[in-house]
């Protein structure tokens, strides 16, 4: 059993619904995840998943008209779910640090980036203006920005793109939050930056044993960081297991799928797996059946079941529905088909 | 900073010069000089001649342009065919007064769009906004004439509430009575004009204030733990108001020019009365010397602009 304060984050049935044209449609629909102390998890799928919608469910910032969010989010017993707007203020920023995708338009561009770092130690923290600004300071260092009293004065727009999301990220490890929410960190980032934002990511895990959620659509990413990670399909987790697991002895179609459409070798012949279809939209997803099926068509229905469930397979490792078993991919069953066209033929 | 408005002062050279030129020439092209209206069947064509020939207006355009230009230089803006008074001191009694109208204007614009655009902004879609809009369209869609006309009929006429003509009136003495006086002549005009010039602050506010709600940069304001309020004032609102400062030198100076409307309905002794009744009397150096000062300001309107833009948007300075 985990020691109870290795437990950071326990989200528990969490159904995140968007109103669409006056109805409610569940974009994350009976999520279950734990964060635990010093562990990377990641959540992976493709776009229109629920990746994003259970980062803002859990950090709170939804719109709160247009969306239900139901189950339990507990963060150290405190129900995140339905929590007062005031209350949630104190945890967001000082409990739940968040990282966002696109770091120019997540700075306000009239602000010097370091008042915008400033800011979250004035909510959190007594410090006076010079405290502040010595701790922006050391955060810039720690952060890796070079000459951080000069970065300071500057505008969102006199920095580059890494510069920019080590100032984001500063901001989010401000108050040394226990939770760190990092939404797709990497993807507005040229190749050799992504690797350094993810080594700082790394490292401020390592130094301050806090608990990272890692959203991303990028397996890469997922291989070089994360210990756990939870694929999700059309408001599902479809699969859920550790990292190398994950990657050694995929189960679940999707991830199977998913894992094939990544170039594996230098071959430059290599045709990449394509996923037919898209992910189906908010109004169009299906609720009954395995939500997967129609885009893996040449599986029989029989292979699925009725109301695909989670499964723990092997001790860690969850999977959903059952047509893992008799899964194979469509050009397999092609090769199948020309060998045996090729042995009738002789 | 300094360099962005030098820079800006530098420009501004070139751009006086061709706007000089183009009402110079313009003028030039009107018909008619200042002897025609002196002409009866009486007068000798000769002394015509002689009094055109010393007045200069046989020499070569760019003579009479240089000789224009080294008397605007000078403060000398020619002698009002009509008033036989220097335009220049015609000019300045007049200006006193649209700049008084001009700024009460101002002030009172701004103080009726800015609530009325953050209240349709914070409560899109809701009875707020939807108030603000009608209120919006009305304004958009009355012509100013109608407006004023209107406005001056019920609360000058029919009610009786404030004066129907004039800046001051004749029998107000000492310094608080003038100027009481004048603030009474004033007000009526300042928020009928002030009413229809709203619309394009309260519209731009209440788009900005929309399209910046949903940035990215507000949500990781939201995220810091910042409270609702802070995060309106800190980070939407000042943002939603860069739009509205990138116009604030023009319609500063908008105002000084484009009050001929009402200050005609009111018959208030402003710049754009004065225009209007040149055009009526055919006063040409009037008619010449007041669109050169209303291009000027409309240059000077944008130079304030950039100004006031750079101060707050940091995207715009130089370096």
């Known amino acids: 059993m985990e020691k109870q304060s290795d437990l950071l984050l326990d989200i528990q049935h969490l159904h995140t619904a968007y109103r669409l044209q006056g109805k409610f449609y569940d974009a994350a629909d009976d999520v279950n995840l734990t964060l635990k102390r010093d562990e990377i998890l990641a959540i992976v799928g493709e776009s229109g998943c629920g990746k994003s919608t259970i980062a803002s469910s859990v950090i709170g910032l939804y719109d709160h008209k247009n969306t239900k969010v139901t189950g339990d989010i507990l963060y150290n017993e405190l129900n995140l779910v339905g929590l007062n707007e005031s209350l949630f203020n104190k945890i967001r920023g000082e409990k739940i640090g968040m990282i966002f995708q696109d770091p120019l338009a997540s700075l306000n561009p009239l602000m010097r980036v370091g008042d915008q770092v400033a800011e979250t130690l004035y909510y959190h923290t007594n410090m006076d203006e010079k405290a502040r600004h010595a701790k922006v300071i050391e955060l810039f260092n720690q952060v890796g920005m070079p000459k951080p009293n000069e970065m300071y004065e500057m505008y969102p727009h006199e920095l580059s793109g890494g510069l920019r999301q080590r100032v984001v990220i500063a901001m989010a490890i401000a108050c040394d939050p226990e939770v760190i929410i990092a939404d797709e960190p990497t993807t507005a980032l040229d190749v050799t930056i992504q690797a350094q934002i993810l080594d700082l990511l790394e490292d401020i895990q390592k130094k301050s044993h806090s608990g990272i959620i890692l959203i991303t659509h990028d397996l890469g990413v997922v291989a070089e960081t994360a210990d756990e990670v939870a694929v999700m399909y059309a408001g599902q987790i479809v699969e859920k297991a550790d990292v190398k697991t994950i990657f050694k002895h995929p189960l679940h179609p999707y991830t199977r799928s998913l894992l094939n459409s990544m170039p594996q070798s230098d071959d430059e012949d290599e045709d990449l797996h394509v996923i037919h279809g898209t992910v189906p939209s908010l109004k169009n997803m299906p609720r009954q059946g395995d939500r997967f099926a129609a885009r893996i068509p040449w599986i029989p229905a029989s292979a699925h079941e009725e109301n695909p469930q989670i499964h723990e397979v092997e001790p860690g490792h969850f999977v959903r529905c059952t047509c893992w078993k008799t899964f194979h991919f469509e050009n397999d069953e092609n090769v199948k088909k020309q060998e045996v066209e090729a042995v009738s033929g002789e | 900073m300094w360099k962005t408005v030098l820079r800006r002062l530098l420009i501004m050279i070139p751009q006086l010069i061709i706007l000089s030129l183009l009402v110079f020439l313009l003028a030039k092209m009107m018909p008619g000089d200042p002897f025609s209206g002196s002409i009866n069947p009486n007068t000798d064509p000769k002394q015509i001649d002689a009094l055109r020939r010393a007045a200069g207006l046989y020499d070569p355009w760019y003579v009479q342009y240089g000789r224009w230009v080294g008397n605007l230089l000078h403060g000398d803006l020619g002698t009002s ?188 002794p402003g710049m754009g009365k004065l225009f209007i009744d040149s055009i009526g009397q055919r006063d040409y150096t009037t008619l010449t010397a007041l669109i050169l000062i209303f291009g000027i300001l409309t240059l000077i309107g944008n130079l304030l602009s950039d100004i006031i833009m750079s101060i707050i948007d940091p995207r715009i300075r130089i370096q």
Request: hydrophobic share 45%; no cysteine.
């Open chain 2, 81 to 268: 065919y009509i008033q036989h008074v220097p335009v220049s001191s015609l000019i300045a009694d007049r200006a006193v007064n649209t700049f008084w109208l001009s700024l009460l204007t101002t002030i009172l614009t701004y103080s009726i769009a800015i609530p009325l655009g953050i209240t349709a902004g914070r409560h899109q879609d809701q009875w707020q906004d939807t108030s603000v809009r009608i209120f919006n369209y009305i304004t958009l869609a009355i012509p100013g004439f109608v407006f004023y006309i209107l406005g001056l009929w019920l609360f000058g006429f029919t009610l009786g509430w404030f004066p129907i003509s004039g800046s001051v009136s004749a029998n107000a003495s000492g310094f608080w009575g003038i100027l009481g006086s004048r603030l009474y002549h004033m007000i009526l005009p300042a928020i009928l004009y002030a009413l229809i010039t709203t619309t394009f602050t309260v519209q731009y506010l209440r788009t900005g204030i929309i399209d910046n709600k949903v940035e990215d940069y507000v949500r990781t304001a939201r995220s810091k733990g910042v409270p609702e309020n802070v995060v309106f004032h800190k980070h939407i609102l000042r943002n939603s108001l860069l739009p509205i400062a990138a116009f604030l030198g023009n319609t500063i100076t908008g105002l000084l020019s484009g009050s001929m409307i009402i200050e005609t309905v009111f018959s208030y």
